[in-house]
């Protein structure tokens, strides 16, 4: 069983930048497709970006050239530099994790094996 415990929300003004954090423990991240997903009240989360085993990534396009999405296998995190955030930004951030080979049901079905509890950021 793997825990995913993400750090590193907060307020920022628009504009400014933001670096989340998400820790995995019980098993390393190499063995896995991870992703940052967002969610707001009412409305489904969304995949902002994703990054497979072998280090390609993918981005939604509401992010693509703000948002940065890298993994560092030794230590087991997952990382999300935010940079320009807008208030359309403001959400929960989740990382999310899927086995190898299920990266398409991961970043187009948000269907992972397992999921963090979140960390919010607020831009205004």
């Known amino acids: 069983h793997v825990q995913l415990v993400e750090s590193g929300g907060g307020s920022v003004q628009v504009g400014g930048s933001l670096r989340l954090s998400c820790v995995a423990s019980?098993?390393?991240?190499?063995?896995?497709?991870m992703g940052w997903f967002r969610q707001i009240p009412d409305k489904e989360r969304e995949a902002v970006a994703g990054?497979?085993?072998?280090?390609?990534?993918s981005y939604a396009n509401s992010v693509r050239g703000r948002f940065t999405i890298s993994r560092d296998n030794a230590k087991s995190t997952l990382y999300l530099q935010m940079n320009n955030l807008k208030p359309e930004d403001t959400a929960m951030y989740y990382c999310?994790?899927?086995?190898?080979?299920?990266?398409?049901?991961?970043?187009?079905?948000?269907?992972?094996?397992?999921w963090g509890q979140g960390t919010q950021v607020t831009v205004s």
């Open positions: 999310a994790a899927a086995r190898i080979g299920r990266c398409g049901d991961l970043l187009r079905r948000s269907q992972a094996d397992y």
């Open positions: 019980g098993d390393t991240i190499g063995r896995y497709c």
């Open positions: 990054i497979e085993s072998d280090g390609s990534t």
